[in-house]
């Protein structure tokens, strides 16, 4: 049997309803406009297609949308300064340092640099701390995006066995994180993990966040096994033509699809979920600083 294909474009297309429902509620019901600043640095074509992306998907929910482009150049105090400038402008829900940053600029000073409490990235280190002791955090997007298609896919992950391929600050730890908070029991593995593929065919769950194009065959997967595929990898394709490329995901899609009970798609999986999860964190974070109730279904 065919794996079920989890949709990421339709469920994004339906968090940013959510949150486009929860935007008109605070407008009608508070007069508040959740707003949240971008901060790109450098002319990054990759970065600058994605602070676009956001900036029309966060007017389209309603909400209020304020990019900064610095030069690449820009010193490390006066990007401090803007981050500064934003951590104490009401207006301003969340804020977001579009990565990677120039060589020259400190990433770890900068991102902790956020407030945390507008920090929705979750990369922040009070929030790493908070969501690692189970307290409430602004959560990394990504992440958050897969434990929303988990959930709603089983309904509940409790007890089921899940295991993470990667230990990124971004991705692996968080996920990993997240399941355990969600009573998952989870390992986490990696390229250097002995028996990788022995690990990886005892889960009912896989996340696959390595950066390896298509390094999970399907014979790693047990049969009927949940594959969330966080993966991004542009190879060679010549079979479209000279010059051209495909996108692929960090598992083979075609054997895992065969084995798997449910399986997202590279691309129109994880990817759409990131920014969506983006809109929801800065309407939790509006609401919270304003001491209103948090969106059910949006959080962790």
Request: glycine fraction near 10%.
């Amino acid at each position: 049997m065919a794996a079920t294909i989890i949709d990421g474009k339709e469920f994004a297309a339906r968090v940013r309803a959510q949150v486009a429902t929860h935007v008109t509620h605070l407008k009608a019901e508070h007069g508040i406009t959740p707003g949240l600043a971008v901060v790109l640095v450098g002319e990054d074509p990759a970065s600058q297609v994605y602070v676009r992306s956001k900036g029309k998907m966060t007017v389209e929910v309603g909400m209020k949308s304020v990019e900064h482009k610095l030069d690449v150049e820009t010193p490390e105090a006066e990007l401090l300064a803007l981050i500064d400038q934003l951590n104490n402008d009401p207006e301003i829900h969340g804020i977001l340092v579009q990565l990677p940053l120039p060589k020259h600029l400190n990433e770890d000073l900068v991102i902790n640099s956020i407030d945390p409490a507008k920090d929705v990235d979750g990369f922040h280190i009070s929030n790493v701390g908070l969501l690692g002791t189970g307290q409430k955090s602004m959560v990394p997007c990504t992440p958050l995006g897969c434990l929303m298609m988990l959930r709603d896919h089983h309904g509940s992950i409790s007890g089921m066995n899940a295991v993470v391929i990667g230990r990124s600050n971004i991705v692996g730890k968080p996920m990993a994180q997240l399941l355990l908070n969600d009573s998952a029991t989870v390992t986490i593995a990696h390229s250097r993990t002995k028996d990788l593929a022995d690990v990886v065919r005892r889960a009912d769950i896989v996340v696959a966040a390595v950066g390896r194009p298509e390094m999970v065959p399907g014979d790693w997967i047990k049969p009927g096994a949940t594959v969330i595929d966080v993966g991004i990898n542009r190879l060679d394709a010549p079979e479209k033509g000279e010059g051209k490329t495909k996108l692929v995901g960090d598992v083979h899609y075609d054997s895992c699809a065969a084995v798997a009970g449910a399986i997202t798609p590279v691309p129109g999986g994880v990817g759409p979920m990131t920014i969506a999860c983006l809109l929801a964190n800065t309407v939790t974070a509006c609401c919270r600083a304003n001491g209103l109730a948090e969106p059910e279904g949006l959080t962790a």
